[in-house]
């Protein structure tokens, strides 16, 4: 039976019945006093209204663009708030967190030092920083390793960990797999930092912003530049999902010298950078890089199915192709900002783009349609038109999921489609609509009600197509399962929760074993990055926030389905049969018992 059967407890006492609930944050009436920049030409109408569109559909608090050919910055917008409380409008000098586009200004560095006769890509890290905490039990690391995201090492924030004992340990063997590591690049930075004599902000101003006149960025996030920043934002409720429109605050100023993204800048150094990538490492004055070592980076190693279907990663950033174009792209997530950039080395134009906000999703969409019509402007063509904003109201296949979902006598839950949009049906007979996320997953729709997870349906198998709700399988499908086709929805799950209709044949009886019990709860770390995670027992397997966790031994498990996985989940400190802390992702969170 279900770990915890729903009740009147999961509603609060705000109603259900609204459509979706009105942004506490951005009022409609703010949104429709955001500032924008003036556009003058039919290219800046076109994007400064999607972006307008954009911004209202993701609720962003502000935005700021940099468009460039090879040649000169062709313009430079600023959107929104970069104070909401204060009406402070976004403008040119505001430095914006640039997140992960940081690693390609770690992986030039490095390619001039190997210009220099300074550093061979091909030699194990371990022979040049020797009391590195890591464990290659499957090979050594190289540069090259770690500027491919190929390392085998898990995606740790930072290398050092308050255990003097503690160490990152590979999963797999070195260039077997892409797996997404910051720990890679901050290991990069402190390579560079002994390569070059000198710490990475003195280093990254000498050997890229200074040649570059990118004269307002900041090679470190600290105190000293805090008065220029803009208020980043993140999600109001940090045990909640987070609702397209869902309530924001101003983050925490952060303090990071991290080289996976440390770096902060405008629109008009950005669009500088990447006026240099679009000259394949030429700069205003001389070249950064040889152009063999451009041609390094931009080499496509392995596939990256992180940024799309089609793309592989180079040296420190993403390789793939738009309209049948090279193109260089990376994006950036930091606690309170979001940044995309796009580089169409065929096209000879780019876009740079970052909003002061976190919610999950990075503006690769302003970024990419900003490149199709600076190439289509260039070209003497059209400009395209507008691309679609999804409505996560909205699903063709709604009814897919209708019906209702019981287990034994306990309280179930009731699904409705009206159209293309979906309800959770209340037990007075309110309604509640659910946006959807990816897959089969939804949430509710109204902040506060039904919070605290996804709503996950599993289907039935379909030609090839297994559950969705099956813990033992990779979340990747296989390319058959891709294109197989979608066997009936048959159960779903709310966190803990677990329930079926009448079509579903498999098994109801699960075995969970009984220390799990020790494991299951609320954790919480006061970081930055950190926040709540919940962890509990679903059809038998223990999961936390909705990642089923495999059992290497005792009480470390392994987050992530492939057995080569590094990333790992470790429970520790067990007083009166309760964890009293979980370690995961090279941070201790600690238990929490509250509501």
Known sequence: MPNNPLTRRHFLARSAGAALSTPWFLTPAL??????????????????????????????????????????????????????????????????????????????????????????????????????????????????????????LPDNLGVFMGDREARLVQGFAPGAHFHYCNAGFDILGLLAEKLDGRPWRECVQARILAPLDMNETVGVIGAESRGRAAVGYYAFWGDHVYPRQGKLAPAPSLVMDDTAGCIASTPADMARYARMLLNRGQGPRARLVSEESFALMSTPYIKANNFSETASYGYGIAVDTLDGHKILRHTGGMVAFASSIHVDLDGGVAAFASINAMQGYRPTAVTEYAVRLLRAERESRPLPTEPAIANPLELDNAADYAGTFTFDTELGLTFVAEGKRLFLLESEGKRIPLQHTQGDNFISGVEGVFAKHAFVFGRAPGEGAPPAIQPDRPSSPSQSEAHAKPGPV??????????????????????????????????????????????????????????????????????????????????????????????????????????
């Open 31 to 152: 949104r429709a006093a955001m500032p924008q920049p003036a556009a003058k030409t039919a290219l800046e109408k076109s994007l400064d209204g999607y972006i307008a569109s954009y911004m209202a559909a993701m609720n962003a608090p502000g935005l700021t663009l940099g468009l460039t050919d090879a040649k000169a910055t062709v313009r430079t917008g600023c959107y929104g708030f970069a104070d909401v409380d204060k009406r402070i409008a976004v403008n040119q000098e505001h430095l914006f967190q640039i997140g992960s586009i940081t690693k390609s200004f770690v992986a030039l560095a490095l390619l001039q030092m190997r210009d220099e006769g300074k550093l061979d890509l091909h030699r194990p890290v371990l022979d040049s920083l020797p009391e590195l905490p890591i464990d290659e039990r499957f090979g050594p690391i190289t540069t090259h390793h770690l500027l491919t995201h190929t390392s085998g």
């Open 490 to 595: 048959v159960e779903v799950s709310y966190g803990p929760d677990w329930f079926v209709n009448a079509n579903y044949s498999g098994p109801k009886a699960f075995t969970t074993p009984p220390e799990f019990a020790a494991f299951a709860g609320r954790y919480h770390s006061d970081s930055a990055w950190g926040g709540d995670v919940l962890v509990y027992v679903l059809k038998g397997k223990l999961t936390l926030d909705g990642d089923t966790l495999h059992r290497i031994g005792g009480s470390l498990f392994r987050l992530g389905d492939e057995e080569w996985m590094p990333e790992t989940a470790e429970f520790l400190r067990v007083f009166e049969n309760k964890a009293r802390i979980l370690r995961v992702g090279g941070q201790d969170f600690q238990r929490v018992e509250v509501d």
